[in-house]
């Protein structure tokens, strides 16, 4: 309710005063460099179009929440398996629990300590579930809600948990405990039962050492009051739970790692530490009836074969028309190091060893029936590895692996970025897939996926929603994630398109990465036109066009030189620096300023004009799908390598890409395979410029002969015309990518803190740098030119000890901003094709390119294309800057555009049409155009609205007069990390992530506060570079180096979210026990029942002592269910849970009024019995 009150105090006063802190009456009034650089005109002037656009948005249509978790579950520690309901549970070291049933059914949940889930236990067929976490807490899961809540909790303080048991349809569970002794707890009440098995009587009282903890404990399948308690040290121990006492008792003298009974409750089956299996039978419990070692070698003088690797987990499952099966992982034989990790079938004399790509943390063996006593008949086993998830088939004599349909590949290989795209054209999807499937492994197992339970509905909101995921080897993926599922479609190897970089031959490299050369950086794609775009780490761009034919061809590349003269030293006597010095004497003053193996060459000459990669110069078979148009290289200049790249954008109907570094901009076209500009950010500024500059001196040597090493500048100089690192970087390395995703917190020194901008310098240092640097700067050059902050920047997070993960983030960027470099370059940090008006007050608008940077500058380039789509293939586009400079605070995020009425405009396209189709028709057919939005009308009027967005601002300028209409200072203390302009409702906003967790909403154009929450703390970088927003209100990020997390800023989503998720729990019928026929019932074969509640019960066992468990009630259940539920389904679901409530009221009541019919039957009693002893008594006997 206070939040409510508090969005409708935000809409009044935004609505009352539209100039207020988020109206700008002038472009200039707002602060030194962050005003309009045209502050002629104020937002009341004529034609401001201020008044004549009427918004409906109100922040009533905002409200955030997490939807979905899709991938992998991160450092996984425990699994479980329903055999009824057929879901599947895995809980992970962060202490998170990832529930999937059938494709669609996936469930994330969180303990709030996140502690590490020791294990996990399903109360089979009941729709709940038990966690036991690393904090010795059990918690009781309701999963017949789609959000799981917890419901009981157990908190043990005196000892610390190792095991759990749940016998199948019992209500007591058992607890193993770090000393050796077997607790019971009651899961309807959650509390611990009086009845307790203390390991000094389990063993023998002859025994002088303690047995260790509990590893294993399971009932008897022929008799449930037996219960079998496994301790660490080898002894094994049968409990009979009536007499209390020990039945027999076995010993080993290697460490037990498991245990696991025969059906038929006659033999048990341990796995040792010295990876042997032993085998015993109750009838003679002094010795094993068989020991095995399954891969230690026999000795050939007969004697005990050689010990091997601890076998961590043994199943011993019984078939009724076949041998046995058993199934244990580890027990390798020592000699075999760099054999893989395991998993071992042994059926029958046939022993087959399934090697795996991960360490094993758990598997399970999934029977047919869930009785204990009962023939198993196994037909899969899933295998939980460290970052894998696989289901083989056990049915099959090749044990082949099922095709597994969740999406648990997307860290295959680390994520390094990623785009979102809600509301696609509908065609794209089925596209997509159809060349995707072309790509589909053989060799699976032909049987349905196993685990099939829960189920799955569309929800009410349907629409396309593709996501894109690039990665450290290159690849890109495309994911169908409609109705917040996901769904692998098509894989694209952007390494193909390169030579494969040969190792050990000595020969010098151009490469500026040491690992994951092609990662790829960041991406551009259009989905009308179906135009993609990459930019890679190692400083190259790739355009991509779609194709339904395969092709061969050759691959055409280009090389830019987007290098940036900064001002050079003058020095007095320039002319004595020969042009023709010696190489190998200028190397080594070159080496020790570096300190780099990545600037110079390795023996001879300096690297100059020569990419990092090499394209393959040979004819590409090229499948469906998408296929390489065009690569552009930047190449190293002067032994500097070049700059990676941070901004890029693509425009199919200009048939431009143009992208930007922290030297400068380049734009191609990609049509005529021609670079059309290749300038320095200072240069593009011309005569408006806004900062008083030192001239640079030329170089003297650039009319000699290309390729000859250019050294006339001292080598103090070269070092400084590197982009520098604004913090100190302790030791020297090459650039890497952020590909470091799989460790806990990237290590981010060397990497730029903005998703628009990556690196930008080397990580060099200059000691003695302080002076030079100080004389380059100009006298007039404005000092706040350090304020350019995520254009190219450093950030400095610790990363040695825990304690400093938390809040690393925002704290590292105060203490950076203040040490950056005064010579930073101005990177170039946004692009944005759109027709507009590109000069103040034209008349018409025409194709454009807006220009970011670092600095919060806004540069307009005009783009001036032939008339004719003839002379479009022949004639050169003319590309010249406009002088139009417009100004932000920080740097510059994102740009969009708005026609009169205030409508999205989106930038032209081609509409899409085969490159390579057999049909002659479409081969021939003109390039379709779409110039703008289908929003519009065919008038686009006689004026727009830009919409720019930076770190520390959002503008919104009229064109074509260039008034700053509306100003909002986002953020003075923070800054954002990711902006982008979606729709939502048919309204359009802006949306925000600040690096200090808060996601905030603006209404445009007026930029009036929507939404400002503080949801998302930034933990690592992780979050940063992989956030993004979309339409219809939804977002996502990588929440680890192994998941998506998806989440939703609209109300609407998140009143139909229930609609949406799966229901982990549906009715299904418990199979019957079958009937094992009287001959067996009578001799003891079938298991014998026992009443548990007359044992374990109050009455019976007594309490036990409050200081050994503290019982917490759940804060889920109904509670949860209240706080879940929202629209027409809230109503249904309140309704519900009123007669939830009401049937819980009345069944207390019920109690109440049958203990106190019993108490007063009890009274009665006694008084009947008193009147009886006394009636026939006088008065003188008493």
């Given at each position: ?36 650089m ?55 070291r ?27 236990q ?47 349809q ?18 309807e ?5 009086g ?41 094994v ?8 006492r ?104 046939a022993i ?28 899969a ?34 994520v ?43 929800g ?19 994911w ?58 190692s ?53 020790s ?52 790249i941070?901004?890029?954008a ?56 290309a ?89 400095s ?7 400093n ?33 590109s ?39 003319m ?34 049409r ?29 004026h ?15 064109l ?75 977002a ?26 799966g ?120």
């Amino acid at each position: 309710m206070k939040k409510f009150n508090f969005r409708k105090v935000l809409d009044g006063l935004t609505a009352s005063s539209p100039g207020g802190s988020s109206g700008g009456g002038s472009g200039g009034g707002i602060g030194a460099g962050s005003g309009s650089m045209h502050p002629g005109g104020t937002a009341g002037a004529a034609g401001t179009p201020r008044d004549e656009i009427q918004e409906i948005m109100s922040s009533d249509y905002f409200q955030i929440c997490k939807t979905v978790r899709h991938g992998f579950p991160y450092l996984p520690t425990a699994l479980a398996f329903d055999p009824v309901q057929k879901i599947l549970a895995v809980g992970t070291r962060t202490g998170a629990i990832r529930i999937l049933g059938r494709p669609g059914v996936d469930c994330y949940c969180q303990h709030e300590s996140g502690a590490a889930v020791l294990q996990l236990q399903f109360l089979i067929n009941e729709g709940a579930l038990v966690s036991a976490s690393a904090d010795d807490t059990l918690h009781l899961w309701n999963l017949r809600q789609k959000r799981p809540a917890i419901l009981h909790s157990l908190k043990f303080n005196r000892e610390r948990i190792t095991y759990c048991h749940l016998p199948f349809q019992s209500k007591w569970l058992y607890v193993g405990t770090e000393r050796g002794n077997t607790h019971i707890v009651n899961i309807e009440s959650f509390i611990l039962s009086g009845y307790v098995i203390m390991w000094n009587k389990a063993i023998e009282l002859s025994t002088k050492t303690h047995p260790g903890p509990v590893v294993h404990l399971s009932d008897s399948p022929r008799d449930e009051g037996k219960l079998l308690i496994g301790y660490e040290n080898g002894t094994v121990v049968l409990w009979d739970l009536r007499s209390k006492r020990a039945d027999l008792r076995v010993y080993y003298d290697e460490a037990i790692h498991s245990v696991d009974w025969h059906h038929e409750g006659k033999q048990f089956m341990c796995s040792h530490s010295d990876g042997s299996l032993t085998l015993w039978n109750l009838k003679s419990p002094s010795r094993p009836f068989q020991i095995t070692i399954p891969h230690g070698k026999i000795q050939r003088d007969g004697k005990k074969p050689e010990s091997c690797k601890p076998i961590l987990k043994v199943e011993y499952k019984t078939c009724k028309s076949s041998e046995p099966f058993i199934i244990f992982s580890g027990g390798l034989s020592y000699d075999k190091a760099c054999r893989r990790p395991s998993l071992t079938i042994i059926h029958g004399k046939a022993i087959t060893v399934l090697e795996m790509d991960h360490p094993i943390v758990d598997f399970l063996t999934l029977c047919e029936t869930p009785y204990p006593n009962e023939f198993q008949e196994p037909y899969a086993v899933v295998v939980l590895l460290e970052k894998d998830l696989i289901v083989v088939d056990l049915t099959q004599s090749n044990f082949p692996i099922f095709e597994n349909p969740y999406p648990i590949d997307i860290h295959e290989s680390p994520v390094t970025c990623t785009e979102y795209f809600a509301d696609c054209p509908p065609d794209l999807i089925p596209v997509l897939y159809s060349v995707g499937a072309k790509h589909k492994k053989q060799g699976y197992s032909n049987k349905e996926w196993p685990i099939s339970g829960g189920a799955w509905n569309l929800g009410t909101q349907i629409y396309p929603e593709i996501i894109i995921t690039g990665h450290a080897d290159g690849s890109i993926k495309f994911w169908d994630a409609s109705a917040i599922t996901l769904q692998m479609l098509y894989k694209l190897k952007t390494s193909k398109v390169f030579e494969k970089q040969k190792l050990g031959e000595g020969k010098p490299t151009a490469e500026i990465v040491e690992e994951d050369p092609f990662a790829i950086q960041m991406m551009y794609w259009c989905p009308e036109s179906r135009i993609f775009c990459v930019a890679g780490v190692s400083a190259y761009v790739i355009v991509y066009r779609f194709s339904k034919h395969e092709v061969n061809t050759e691959i055409v590349s280009l090389e830019v030189r987007l290098q940036y003269d900064i001002e050079d030293i003058i020095t007095p006597e320039p002319e004595i620096i020969p042009p023709f010095p010696d190489a190998s004497f200028q190397l080594p003053s070159l080496r020790s300023l570096s300190g780099s193996t990545n600037t110079v060459a390795c023996e001879g000459m300096m690297k100059d004009s020569i990419p990092c990669l090499s394209v393959k110069t040979r004819p590409v078979r090229m499948p469906p799908g998408y296929q390489a148009e065009l690569v552009i290289q930047l190449v190293w200049v002067d032994g500097e390598p070049p700059q990676q790249i941070t901004s890029l954008a693509i425009n199919s109907a200009y048939g431009l890409v143009a992208f930007g570094n922290c030297n400068g901009l380049a734009v191609v076209d990609f049509m005529q395979k021609t670079v059309l500009l290749s300038m320095g950010t200072i240069d593009l500024y011309g005569s408006s410029d806004p900062y008083q500059r030192q001239p640079r001196s030329p170089r003297k040597n650039k009319q000699f002969t290309a390729g000859l090493t250019e050294l006339t500048d001292s080598p103090v100089s070269l070092e400084l015309e590197r982009c520098k690192s604004p913090t100190s970087v302790k030791g020297s390395r090459k650039l890497s990518l952020p590909t470091d995703l799989k460790t806990d917190l990237d290590h981010v020194n060397g990497h730029c803190t903005s998703p628009t901008s990556q690196i930008c310098s080397s990580g060099k240092r200059l000691p003695s740098a302080d002076v030079t640097k100080s004389n380059r700067r100009g006298p007039g050059r404005p000092p706040f030119r350090k304020a350019q902050s995520a254009a190219c920047m450093e950030i400095s997070l610790p990363v040695t000890t825990e304690e400093n993960r938390e809040n690393t983030f925002s704290r590292s960027r105060s203490s950076s901003v203040s040490s950056i470099d005064k010579e930073s370059k101005e990177a170039i940090t946004a692009l944005y094709f759109m027709e507009t008006f590109s000069r103040k007050n034209d008349s018409t608008v025409s194709p454009c390119l807006w220009v970011g940077t670092g600095l919060g500058m806004v540069l307009i380039i005009s783009l001036n294309l032939p008339a004719t789509e003839e002379l479009r293939q022949t004639e050169p586009v003319m590309v010249s800057p406009s002088g139009t400079v417009l100004t932000l605070k920080g740097a510059v995020l994102t740009f969009s555009c708005l026609d009169c009425m205030g409508a999205l405009m989106h930038p032209p396209y081609e509409v899409w049409r085969d490159p390579n189709s057999m049909d002659d028709s479409e081969k021939m057919r003109k390039r379709k155009l779409v110039m703008y939005s289908p929003s519009s009308s065919g008038d686009m009027g006689d004026h727009q609205f830009a919409v720019i967005c930076s770190e520390k601002q959002a503008k919104v300028f009229s064109l074509p007069s260039q008034t700053c209409l509306y100003v909002h200072n986002i953020t003075e203390t923070s800054f954002l990390l990711r902006a982008d302009v979606v729709t939502l409702c048919n309204s359009i906003c802006l949306a925000c992530f600040c690096a200090n967790g808060h996601i905030m909403a603006m209404s445009l154009p007026s930029l009036r506060p929507m939404l400002d929450v503080n949801y998302l703390p930034v933990t690592d970088m992780r979050i940063a570079r992989t956030f993004c927003f979309t339409n219809e209100g939804q977002a996502l990020y990588l929440s680890s180096p192994t998941e998506i997390q998806r989440l939703t800023y609209s109300q609407e989503m998140c009143d139909n979210l229930q609609d949406m998720l799966g229901d982990l729990f549906t009715p299904v019928e418990t199979p019957e026990a079958q009937n094992r026929g009287f001959l067996k019932g009578l001799f003891g074969g079938s298991g014998q029942t026992f009443d548990r509640e007359e044992l374990f019960g109050e009455a019976s066992a007594g309490k036990a002592s409050r200081s050994l468990a503290q019982h917490i009630p759940g804060s889920g259940g109904i509670e949860g269910m209240k706080g879940a539920a929202g629209g027409v389904i809230g109503d249904l679901a309140r309704a519900r849970l009123a007669l939830d409530e009401r049937g819980q009221r009345l069944g207390e009541l019920d109690e109440k009024t049958a203990s106190m019919m019993a108490s007063a039957e009890a009274f009665s009693k006694h008084a009947h019995e008193l009147m009886l002893k006394y009636k026939d008594k006088k008065w003188y006997q008493f």
